[in-house]
């Protein structure tokens, strides 16, 4: 394919299927048969907005794939970017679509969904491409907060935010593991455990394994240790602030533990100035980021002293009158932890922690924060699910591309040439990363291991010695997958040479 193509469909499934998409390679790491594609749908880009959709699209694939989050998964990648254009510019409002090609749309005033009214047609748009979209990316033209997983992944280009949504519905998508974050209906997958009875399925990432059981947690398999902490409030109130009547909520601690955090999203803010946050009346001393202008974002504040036993009151009071209508408390939640020997708050540091649900059920994860599925504003995954992206990706991508065979005479000998052709990892990539990892190549000749060419990617043979069976024998080794039961970091290639080279001269 050409660096860029127009396609166009010669018999469109539905009135309003778009009859012409524009094609743009993104990342290109391999053949589309023996990759997973990534492909870009424009929604309400109009035709003088092109150029803008394929530089968002850019800009969000070399952000994930760059140097974080994708980047040592990339050579498994291709991202396209497809544009069709819409006959209005911009995401729908009040659950209404505009005139686009999927409906993009948020339901209100909150930045939060982005809604797709036309599925039908983005399945369709997904299926023309046939092995070049695997994961369709619906990219709505809103520079604000927004969007969606499940069989389209929704996103916006905003700045602040679009990659970061991006990354974090993917994680749905194509590790398919629920959420981290507390609050939340769906907890599923590699990142949680719901049965403390049962055996911790991420026991091989534990940091200490053999860290003592506090009495209460008698039972447990041994070297288990839930990090305690608790949610004593939360809260999604969505709401619009004003200046006559701030918005507070009250809750009740017990006092027993000796850290806390007062964690919240707002938009609407830009300015230090326009919002006061206090807890029991104490000035937090917010900021917002900066440059965020109307965006959502998301904010901690870690205080390292204990709340007293009894209730509590956090107050968000709006002080910039300008900014009534659009200034919006999204989120509300603060956590109780105990000290470092109760809670390990060390970044890298893996173990059992607790996640509170929307009806303050518990269940548990791999890491404090340490994961873009808890934390959205962190630009990687943890190590348990990374080590599940490589073997859901690796259910897709056979780690041998090819193999080819040739004959090459030098004077009036002929040698036989067998030659691998790897998905460029380990040693034979590209673009090298701060992780260990290599390949294990191992040949055998009708079963028995030849051992002048292991780790080679080319078995040179003298015709007169070649006759017989060649196999391959490829493995993937990398630190960030420990284990893997079905074999999916292995793979092997067969050869039989049935004839010598001067007979096919």
Known sequence: MTEQDVLTSPEPTHDFFPLAFELE????????????????FSDGYTRDERDKFFEDA????????GNQTFYTVKPLLNFWAAFTPSAESGVGTGGKPNDTPFGLYRDGTELRAVWYAKPEIARAACFYFEDKCDYPIL????PLYGGLGGEFTVITPSLANGALVLRHELGHSIIDVGEEYD???DYFGVNAHHNLSEAIPWAHWFTNVSRSLPEHEDGLDPGVHVERSVMPMQAYPWTLLNTSTPWSVAFNSSGAYSRHLVRFSLSGLPEAGDLKVELDGEDLGWTPRADIGADRWHYDIHRDDALSAGEHKATFTLANDARQGTAQLCSVEVLEFGDEEEFASAPGYCGIFPTFSDVNETSYRPTNEDCLMRIVTTPNFCKVCLEDLWLK?????????????????????????IELDLVPLG???EEPVDVKENYSIIWTKDGKVSERFTNKKTVEVLDRDAVGLYTAHVQFLTEEVRVDKAGLLKSRREHRVMSSCDVLE
């Open 139 to 142: 990219m709505g033209n809103d």
């Open 427 to 429: 040693e034979f990539r």
């Open 393 to 417: 990706l690796l259910r897709r991508v056979d780690l041998i591309d090819d193999m080819r065979t040739s004959c090459v005479r030098e004077g009036r000998d002929w040698t036989r040439r």
């Open 58 to 65: 850019r800009r969000l694939a070399a952000d994930i794939s």
């Open 25 to 40: 390679p993104l990342v290109k790491s391999g053949h589309s048969s023996n990759r997973v594609d990534l492909m870009f």
């Open 183 to 185: 609050g939340g209906p």
